[in-house]
């Protein structure tokens, strides 16, 4: 195992590092900020106890089966979590989750960060197909992905779990047609994406984010 202040990288970005996230990674993430904008509040951490903490860590690797990783920037601080799930390593597939810091976004982190781990998970740890799903109201992350080698194939409504009353705020009149009425509540329209093996080259590079003084 690898010392504290010695991590274990498995992806190098321009700006970035990736390694294992850890038990302590759980109280680093839970230090993070909210985001301003209530249809990004289910990604602010959920307030835990250290007790809760530890279960929650333990149902997300050992119960879920889940592989967690910390997005450090070149201060070793933890601007973002990524997360595959449904991993099937007999078909060399998984889902991803990743988020960030409110503070960090627009700043290129998760673009870049995510393109160090992409050559890692096709290369080392060699799986074949990467999927994930975004609501189609994030146009940043979908900007993202589209610049790390993702293709839409399919689409879907999903539950919408926000504080932000889209249907009513005139603030969302512009995107309130990706939103609509279900009989749990609120539904999201979501883009489905698929990276393959081998993938695209990069067609422009990630701006650099500053250095934290």
Same mark, same amino acid.
């Given at each position: ?19 294992? /996230? ?12 909210? @985001? ?21 860590? +333990? ?18 601080? $933890? ?6 799930? @449904? ?29 160090? *781990? ?8 060699? /799986? ?8 189609? *109201? ?5 900007? #993202? ?10 689409? @879907?409504?999903? #539950? *919408?779990? #926000?504080?932000?009353?889209?249907? +009513? +705020? ?7 047609? $990706?939103?609509?009425? #279900?009989? +749990? ?5 979501? @883009? ?22």
């Amino acid at each position: 195992m690898a010392e504290a202040n010695q991590p274990r990288w498995i992806a190098l970005g321009q700006f970035t590092r990736v390694r294992e /996230f850890t038990r302590r990674d759980v109280d680093r993430w839970l230090e993070w900020g909210e @985001h301003a904008d209530p249809l990004f509040s289910s990604y602010n951490p959920t307030p835990m106890t250290g007790p809760m903490r530890d279960a929650w860590f +333990d149902d997300l690797v050992n119960r879920q089966g889940q592989l967690p990783y910390a997005i450090e920037d070149l201060d070793r601080r $933890l601007v973002g979590r990524l997360f595959l799930r @449904h991993v099937r390593q007999r078909e060399g597939t998984s889902v991803l989750g990743i988020d960030l810091d409110a503070g960090c976004l627009g700043q290129g982190f998760g673009t870049d960060a995510l393109r160090a *781990f992409l050559a890692y998970y096709f290369g080392p740890a060699r /799986f074949n197909k990467m999927y994930l799903s975004v609501a189609s *109201f994030n146009e940043r992350a979908r900007r #993202s992905y589209d610049r790390c080698g993702f293709s839409e194939f399919s689409s @879907h409504w999903q #539950s *919408f779990k #926000s504080d932000a009353r889209v249907l +009513d +705020d005139p603030r969302y009149a512009s995107i309130r047609h $990706l939103f609509r009425r #279900s009989a +749990d509540g609120v539904e999201t329209l979501m @883009h489905d994406m698929v990276a393959r093996s081998p993938l695209r080259r990069w067609p422009e590079p990630v701006r650099a984010a500053p250095r934290r003084r």
